[in-house]
């Protein structure tokens, strides 16, 4: 999967981190690449595009508490970068550092 981002290398440190890949050694601000392996996902590449883009890909994942406690992977999140949106229903919300949203629930 690939999505455009205005810093493509602050946005893939922020999702190895997350997802526990391996950011690429060659990666800058104008691309960037993330290895997710165990995730079950696809590899992420991000790459830079001058803002405001109005058909801009937006990042979006639904990512699952580990055990099903949303508090501890919220404070988790928000250590590496990630900021509160919104939550409802036991769904939270969060902002990437791109300001993407994605998802964290049970």
């Known amino acids: 999967m690939t999505f455009d981002c ?46 405001p883009k109005e058909s801009k890909l937006r990042l979006h994942f639904d990512l699952r508490a580990p055990g099903g406690d949303v508090a501890a992977e919220v404070e988790r999140l928000t250590e590496l970068g990630a900021t509160f949106a919104w939550e409802v229903d036991g769904l939270v919300v969060l902002r990437d550092p791109e300001g993407n949203e994605f998802c964290v629930e049970e």
């Open 6 to 51: 205005a810093d493509a290398l602050v946005v893939a440190r922020f999702w190895a981190a997350t997802l526990g890949g391996e950011l690429d050694e060659d990666a800058t601000e104008a691309k960037a690449f993330v290895e997710a392996p165990g995730w079950g996902g696809p590899n992420l590449w991000f790459q830079r595009v001058p803002e």
